[in-house]
């Protein structure tokens, strides 16, 4: 009954003529873009949720980015192109937020995608939520170079007041699955540029989702809606300046919060670190892999033997070892093009069914996301005891 309740809630959205549909700015930084920014201009194009503008901004491109983003604007009027010099993704994005009209704004990358009723979704769920509730967020799923899925879904049930548990962990740990209220951005101060000034890009949605939550609630939509691609080939070569990101952003919160507890820092570290052994346990980078796993351990001796994918990382640098020879990069590429020469002739049903297929397998880590939101505020305390 309540699923039916939802889903009138959300046809009557649709049902409204657009200019009584709130605006969505869709905004997308784009650097040589050129190989995916079709594809994602397509998912956005083929929205349910009609009311919105789209504004790409060229950050610097030395690639066809902006010729191929002028041709979809002879298709519709609601693209726009911003271009400025290689500033980074935060002034980019800055930019097209100035720009932006809508009173919500969806931040998209240049090569991820959303899924037909992403926008629909979310729209409905911020409409239906208080004036306290800044943003919501939607599950995304991994995929590759050519579109196909990996498998690895990116859920989490966390919501309302999530600034502690934030600080432990980037549940929503992707820039393209998020609505924000434009007044919200207006009152933290938008994405911070100085990231890349000091060789620290990568972090930026971690920053700004953590501004927000001090100010506002989260939602979730609990449905895979995103596609976030991953690049073998690009994924070990950022995490130095992730993690020098992440270093610098935490310069920023204890320079806030000087009485912050030491204890969330080394936790949230540790889980980082183990996210880009992750990484680059994916890009076959093991030995790599191996090093941020025993950083993570150096701080935090405990958590990481909770994580499965501590032991999957010691394991296959163990094989590596034992083989002298991981597989390659070139060999994992061969193979998913194989398996996605038909995707394109997949039906919307099955598509749907294989991003729900490994939910099944989320449902340990929903309840210890759980558990930890409920306990991170009793054990460590609020923010406001920390100034």
């Known amino acids: 009954m309540k699923g039916k309740v939802i889903q009138m809630a959300i046809q009557s959205i649709d049902t409204l003529p657009s200019k009584k549909q709130p605006l969505v700015s869709v905004i997308i930084p ?6 995916f920014i079709a594809k994602t ?21 030395e690639d066809r980015t902006a010729q191929i983003v002028q041709s979809y604007m002879e298709r519709t009027s609601q693209l726009k192109l911003l271009s400025q010099k290689n500033l980074g993704v935060a002034a980019a994005r800055n930019l097209g937020i100035h720009q932006a009209k809508g009173k919500f704004i969806a931040p ?9 009723q992403n926008i629909e979704r979310q ?53 393209s699955s998020v609505l924000i209220r434009k007044d919200c951005l207006d009152q933290v101060g938008g994405y911070d540029p100085t990231l ?7 972090g930026e949605d971690w920053d700004i989702y953590l501004r927000i939550a001090e100010h506002y609630e989260f939602r979730v939509i609990p449905e895979v809606l995103v596609g976030y691609r991953q690049l073998a080939n690009s994924m070990s070569a950022d995490s130095y300046q992730m993690a020098r990101s992440r270093f610098l952003i935490w310069q920023k ?7 912050i507890p030491t204890s969330i820092e080394r936790l949230s570290n540790s889980s980082f670190y183990l996210h880009l052994a992750d990484q680059d346990y994916r890009a076959t980078e093991y030995r790599t892999a191996l090093d941020w796993t025993i950083k993570a351990l150096k701080i935090d001796p405990l958590t990481p033997f909770l994580r ?28 998913r093009q194989i398996k996605s020469k038909n995707i394109h002739s997949t039906s919307h049903e099955t598509l749907f069914l294989q991003r729900q297929k490994p939910l099944f397998f ?8 759980l558990l930890i939101h409920q306990l991170a505020s009793f054990i460590f305390g609020s923010s406001k005891k920390w100034t």
């Open 108 to 116: 998209l990358d240049a090569d991820d995608i959303w899924y037909e």
């Open 253 to 259: 919160i204890r320079q806030q919060y000087p009485r």
């Open 362 to 369: 989320c449902q340990p880590k929903f309840f210890a996301e």
């Open 123 to 175: 729209v409905h769920a911020i409409l239906s939520a208080e004036k306290n509730v800044g943003l919501v967020y939607s599950w995304s799923i991994d995929i590759d170079e050519f579109g196909q899925q990996l498998g690895c879904v990116r859920a989490s049930r966390i919501a309302g007041r999530v600034y502690t548990t934030l600080l432990l962990h980037d549940f929503i740990a992707n820039a």
């Open 30 to 35: 784009a650097y040589n873009a050129e190989k």
């Open 308 to 335: 499965l994918g501590l032991y999957k990382t010691v394991v296959f640098f163990l094989l590596s070892k034992l083989s002298r020879r991981a597989p390659s990069v070139k060999a994992i590429k061969s193979y």
């Open 41 to 61: 201009l397509e998912s956005v194009l083929a929205q349910t949720y009609h009311n919105i503008e789209v504004i790409v901004v060229d950050d610097g491109s």
């Open 196 to 202: 890349k000034q000091q060789n620290g890009q990568g």
